[in-house]
């Protein structure tokens, strides 16, 4: 699992182009509200920290996702997107640790801060491109920086975690407009690769809880 395996999502408000060539622009900024519901864990120690069952983070916030599209030809394309996960959550935590074959069970109440930023940058080539959508091929670089913070409440102590790196990308991306005359509508996905978890202190996994969201697009045309 990882980052960003995949996005698909409907569009549901977008300004209307001039014409009926929806794919036929320069530039293309959009923007995304996503409902996230994290997973996953955090390695510290021994043994990993279950973002859902030890630390209860916080489910269905909203997060915003940024692209701009550069089209310097028809079937050319240059893109960068981001997102900036902020996540947060409140727990009491009870753990049992045998020392000296005798048993002590540990209670404490922690919060939990964590930051994800994710920013990537490619090039896609459309294999298809018609006047109400297209299908292409990308390939590119991300890079994620990712902390994540443990404070103690009973303890008074805290503990940080932090992981920056990049790692490649490729992948398929795609969208279909719905409407024979306006560009309200539309059906999109994308599909890439992702780090492997198993390589990281941090373990997170995020799924979009509804593929359903609010898209504003703003569309330079030729």
């Given at each position: 699992m990882?980052?960003?395996?995949?996005?698909?999502?409907?569009?549901?408000?977008?300004?209307?182009?001039?014409?009926?060539?929806?794919e036929n622009f320069r530039i293309e900024l959009s923007t995304s509200a996503w409902l996230v519901n994290p997973s996953g864990a955090i390695q510290s120690g021994i043994a990993p920290?279950?973002?859902?069952?030890?630390?209860?983070?916080?489910?269905?916030?909203?997060?915003?996702?940024?692209?701009?599209?550069?089209?310097?030809?028809?079937?050319?394309r240059l893109i960068v997107e981001g997102v900036l996960y902020r996540l947060c959550g409140a727990a009491n935590i009870t753990r049992q640790i045998t020392f000296a074959s005798r048993t002590f069970t540990v209670r404490d109440f922690v919060t939990s801060e964590a930051t994800i930023d994710y920013i990537a940058a490619g090039y896609q080539f459309d294999l298809v491109s018609r006047p109400r959508g297209h299908l292409g091929l990308l390939a590119g670089v991300a890079h994620v920086d990712a902390a994540g913070t443990l404070t103690s409440r009973q303890f008074?102590?805290?503990?940080?975690?932090?992981?920056?790196?990049?790692?490649?990308?490729?992948?398929?991306?795609?969208?279909?407009?719905?409407?024979?005359?306006?560009?309200l509508l539309e059906l999109a996905f994308t599909a890439k690769t992702a780090p492997?978890?198993?390589?990281?202190?941090?373990?997170?996994?995020?799924?979009?809880?509804?593929y359903a969201t609010a898209e504003a697009s703003s569309i330079a045309e030729t």
């Open positions: 990882g980052w960003f395996d995949r996005r698909a999502a409907v569009l549901l408000l977008a300004l209307p182009a001039a014409a009926q060539e929806f920290i279950d973002l859902q069952r030890d630390l209860q983070i916080e489910q269905r916030q909203p997060h915003f996702f940024g692209k701009l599209v550069i089209k310097p030809s028809r079937r050319h008074g102590f805290s503990g940080t975690e932090h992981q920056s790196f990049p790692f490649p990308q490729a992948g398929a991306e795609g969208r279909a407009f719905l409407l024979p005359h306006r560009n492997a978890a198993s390589t990281r202190p941090f373990k997170v996994r995020s799924s979009a809880s509804s």
